[in-house]
Nanobody
């Protein structure tokens, strides 16, 4: 069982930055691939970024590539999402998710555990 708690969301102006954190419980955090997803108002949940269990490989949605960076600290059981050059269309609830094993996926149904979400609002 893994419990995930996100933090770091808030209100920011377009062009600004935010850093999301996701703290995980359990002693096997390093065995999980971690992902960030988001759900904007009136839209389906979508993949944002993922990082393999070792931290050696990262993956991004085209819409955030070059602006967002996912990282993890397995010693602290925490995964991060650094978001730069934020745009109003990045406004969404951001969710952290965990998938057991080393391979990543952009499909939310492949993830076993989810956090409660943190709101990110980007004003124009």
């Amino acid at each position: 069982q893994v419990q995930l708690v996100e933090s770091g969301g808030g209100l920011v102006q377009a062009g600004g930055s935010l850093r999301l954190s996701c703290a995980a419980s359990g002693r096997t955090f390093s065995s999980y691939t971690m992902g960030w997803f988001r759900r904007a108002p009136g839209k389906e949940r979508e993949f944002v970024a993922a990082i393999r269990s070792s931290g050696a490989y990262t993956y991004y949605a085209d819409s955030v590539k070059g602006r967002f960076t996912i990282s993890r600290d397995n010693a602290k059981n925490t995964v991060y999402l650094q978001m730069n050059s934020l745009k109003p269309e990045d406004t969404a609830v951001y969710y952290c998710a965990a998938r057991f094993g080393p391979s990543y996926s952009t499909d939310s149904t492949d993830y076993n555990y989810w956090g409660q979400g943190t709101q990110v609002t980007v004003s124009s």
